[in-house]
């Protein structure tokens, strides 16, 4: 999905700010202030497709110190993927509850994490458990049903279904488990992409009114016109609709409709696309 040539140009920023080991987490936070402190500050938006489905992708911060950022991603998805460490003992520091509230303190914010996610209305949660190559653990079932058990309480203690959470074992780096098989005979489920792609459609609202709240708005350099980020929440987009704006009274034109600066613009969107 991403090409060696940008994997290699992260791989030499990641070295030239002494951060080797953090080369990969390059791919989505572009920011130079990103970069050098080695935390996700913003949002990133990426883009990717199967044979089935197109995705868009939101990369969101995970320190406590950047969580309001991570409000506005959240209320915008469908399935919430939480990315669980399973080398050492990262998992215990994400999970624990933390007393210690110094900017300083490594304990992660796994709990306040979903609480967010259930508080604003997601309901279908992807569990991946990464990093299960490292030698800590070498794909050990084991430590994925340890993992797996005690957040399986802890979605429980929310009162969030069984069947709306679902656990699978992957490696960040060589993509076992994402788009091709993992190397353990005991795990028989299927991949990320698999998973996600088997998802039924949350609801149809393609019949109602056509509803696109606005996150974004900046002028188009290219031209005199606006370009909005926006999310499909009911009805469907077309080019050359002509819309109302609330609160305040007025409309606009649909000139077109993308998934990304760079994709093939598209003539119609439905619900639960992102847009440009």
């Known amino acids: 999905m991403v090409d060696a040539r940008k994997i290699q140009e992260c791989k030499n920023e990641a070295k030239k700010n002494k951060m080797e080991g953090w080369f990969a987490a390059y791919l989505m936070d572009t920011d130079k202030d990103e970069r050098a402190r080695g935390k996700t500050v913003t949002v990133a938006r990426a883009w990717f497709h199967t044979a089935k489905k197109r ?12 969580v309001p950022n991570l ?9 919430a993927v939480l990315v669980i460490s399973a080398r050492g003992d990262e998992f215990e520091k994400g999970i624990g509850k933390d007393n210690n509230k110094s900017e300083h303190s490594h304990t992660g914010q796994t709990r306040e994490h979903v609480i967010i996610a259930r508080s604003l209305g997601v309901s279908r949660f992807v569990v991946v458990i990464s990093k299960m190559d490292d030698s800590t653990c070498n794909w050990a079932e084991s430590r994925f049903k340890k993992i797996k058990d005690k957040l399986s309480t802890f979605f429980k203690s929310l009162r969030i279904s069984k069947n709306a959470v679902h656990f699978m074992p992957i490696s960040g780096l060589s993509g076992a488990g994402i788009n091709q098989p993992v190397p353990a005979k005991w795990y028989t489920g299927p991949t990320l992409c698999g998973h996600l792609d088997e998802l039924p459609e949350l609801r149809d609202g393609t019949a109602k009114a056509l509803c696109l709240p606005v996150l974004d708005i900046f002028k188009d350099p290219e031209g005199n016109s606006q370009v909005v980020i926006t999310k499909v929440e009911e009805g469907t987009a077309n080019t050359g609709d002509v819309l109302y704006i609330h609160p305040v009274p007025g409309t606009c034109k649909v000139t077109s409709l993308s998934i990304s600066t760079h994709a093939v613009p598209l003539n119609k969107a439905k619900r639960g696309e992102n847009l440009w």
């Open 55 to 66: 995705y868009t992708m939101l990369d969101c911060p995970g320190h406590r110190n950047y």
């Open 71 to 79: 409000v506005p991603a959240v209320a915008q998805a469908d399935v």
